[in-house]
């Protein structure tokens, strides 16, 4: 698969704890092999958080990724608990791009969000479970835009060609 020049968007769910870190690392560097650059993340705790630091691991090494931020409104991490928003503050003080779904929480903001995120990417890499969730959502919607999906929470579908 030649992703040359393409865009690697991230999904998970929000009670990730780390079970794949190593696999996530793996396959970010490996699609920075393949020409990937642009790197977004949704900036949820979870799966979006341990994302955004594997590619900011990765970035360490190379300079030319550009990392972006996809943030439901600006006062999103507010609900965070201490660590978290912790975490979330040295990642934004580590991405190239900060786009905003809303000013303001709306009821469809998270689905906004998650519109833009995949809105253009080529590859999808998720932690899905197979529930009812956003997680859900933008994997149907990256699908439809005809997004290569790698699902790290199921071995089946890791797709190590990638």
């Not at 396959?27 to 799966?47: C, D, N, T």
């Amino acid at each position: 698969m030649n992703i040359e020049n393409n865009i690697v968007a991230f999904t998970g769910h929000r009670t990730y704890s780390g079970a794949a870190n190593e696999q996530l690392r793996d396959v970010v560097a490996r699609l920075y092999e393949r020409g990937a650059r642009i790197f977004r993340v949704g900036m949820a705790v979870g799966f979006d958080l341990h994302a955004a630091e594997a590619v900011i691991a990765l970035k360490e090494h190379h300079a030319d990724i550009i990392l972006e931020a996809y943030v439901p409104w600006p006062e999103f991490a507010t609900r965070f608990d201490t660590s978290a928003r912790e975490r979330y503050n040295t990642i934004i003080r580590e991405v190239a791009v900060i786009r905003y779904a809303s000013p303001c929480y709306t009821q469809d903001v998270f689905h906004r969000r998650n519109d833009m995120l995949v809105e253009g990417a080529t590859t999808l890499v998720a932690w899905y479970e197979h529930k009812r969730s956003g997680t859900e959502y933008t994997i149907r919607r990256a699908r439809r835009g005809g997004c290569h999906i790698i699902n790290l929470c199921e071995v089946g579908l890791f797709d190590t060609s990638i």
